[in-house]
């Protein structure tokens, strides 16, 4: 799949098949995460990654109230954020959100659907991603993707607007 074809064709997904996600798909999306910029090439990110379903049920109970996405998804990747590894300060979740967008292009380019769940700055998922994923407390969880086959098609939409740009001026 070439590049714009992806980025025109990614859609949320959240109704996954039973098809198990493998190490390699997983590690394809961590290092298509891990190739995103960063201010300063900081790299302020961690990335903890699971398959085990107890912890997949657990997060649907304690980060989305009891969504059946989680219980369905074959894994998830949290992505941290690592505020002592910025190089700019204040940056960091700028970085940590060009990770979360490679990710979610490299699973829909390799067939597997995600849906960007937010974490940071909403306190009981917060901590709901701390208990289930065991996120130490200087290290801020900020968004978690379940991931799996996709069980739902949705449409490519074509978003562009032509009244939100502003030519030469605003
Ligand atoms: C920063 C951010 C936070 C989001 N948080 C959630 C969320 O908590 N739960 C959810 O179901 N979808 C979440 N989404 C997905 C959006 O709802 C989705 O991207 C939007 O409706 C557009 O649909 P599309 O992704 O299919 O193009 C989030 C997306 C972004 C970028």
Partial sequence: MQTIEAMM???????????????????ILLAAAMNAPSAGDGRPWH????????????????????????????AAILICLDESLEKFKGFAPQDCACA???LQLAAHDIGLGTVWIAV????????????????????????????????????????????????DRW
């Fill in 100 to 102: 979360a967008q490679n």
């Fill in 47 to 74: 990335f903890v990654v699971t398959k085990d379903r107890a912890r997949l049920d657990a997060l649907a109970d304690t980060v989305d109230g009891g969504n059946a996405m989680f219980r369905q998804a074959q």
């Fill in 120 to 167: 940071i700055g909403i306190p009981p998922r917060v901590a709901g991603c701390r208990a289930v994923l065991g996120v130490p407390e200087n290290i801020v969880p900020f968004a978690l993707f379940p991931l799996g086959v996709p069980a739902q098609t949705l449409p490519a939409e074509r978003r562009f607007d032509p009244s939100k740009v502003h030519l």
């Fill in 9 to 27: 064709t990614r859609r949320s997904i959240r109704n996954f098949c039973a098809t198990p996600v493998s190490d390699t798909q997983l590690e």
